[in-house]
């Protein structure tokens, strides 16, 4: 899983993230949205986040953990 694979969904509206990642667990105002995209084989979860500014996805980080998010 690379940050590279998401890249995609820099600029695009909220509307557009959820129409192409689904809704998940978002508050649709929030403007941090967060998405399960994967587990590494050690049991990790990969977890994608999607910052908006200005209703546009503006940056995109993915984290890997333990913990459920």
């Known amino acids: 899983m690379n ?3 998401f890249n995609y969904l820099i600029g695009k509206t909220r509307h557009e993230v959820k129409a ?3 809704d998940g667990f978002n508050f649709f ?7 399960q995209v ?3 084989w050690l049991g ?3 977890i994608l986040s999607v ?3 200005d209703n546009h996805a503006a940056n995109i ?3 890997k953990t333990f913990k459920s998010f």
């Open 51 to 53: 910052l908006f500014v």
């Open 61 to 63: 980080t993915l984290h």
């Open 29 to 35: 105002k929030d403007n941090v949205w967060t998405y």
């Open 3 to 5: 940050k590279d694979n």
């Open 44 to 46: 990790k979860k990969v």
């Open 20 to 22: 192409e990642m689904g």
């Open 38 to 40: 994967g587990e590494t």
